[in-house]
Nanobody
């Protein structure tokens, strides 16, 4: 599975952005997809994920109520709608897909999100 993110950029605090992640390759074998982020000097952390079979979602406490993860299976694309952005949301955002019986992880190249105060 190959992943390509888009949609990052610079936005003022309180603004919104929508990230997209287009998957290609063995997309029918994807078990779950998610968004992670990594700020300078910090570890990569899970922002939100969504499971293929159940459609269930999980969110980091820091983004609950502000971010929404979704998938368009017909387009093999996952989205992250980010509202009420805060400066602490500034990070490189990475798309992840977990796929196959061996639960292989694929990663996108990342897209930068910068929130100014």
């Amino acid at each position: 599975v190959q992943l390509v993110e888009s949609g990052g950029g610079l936005v003022q605090a309180g603004g919104s952005l929508r990230l997209s992640c287009e998957a290609s390759g063995s997309t029918s074998r994807i078990n779950a997809m998610g968004w992670y982020r990594q700020a300078p000097g910090k570890q990569r952390e899970l922002v939100a994920d969504i499971f293929t079979t159940s459609g269930s979602t999980n969110y980091a406490n820091s983004v609950k109520g502000r971010f929404t993860i979704s998938r368009d299976n017909a387009k093999n694309t996952m989205y992250l709608q980010m509202n009420s952005l805060k400066p602490e949301d500034t990070a490189m955002y990475y798309c992840n897909a977990n796929w196959g019986w061996s639960h292989i992880d694929s990663w996108g190249q990342g897209t930068q999100v910068t929130v100014s105060s």
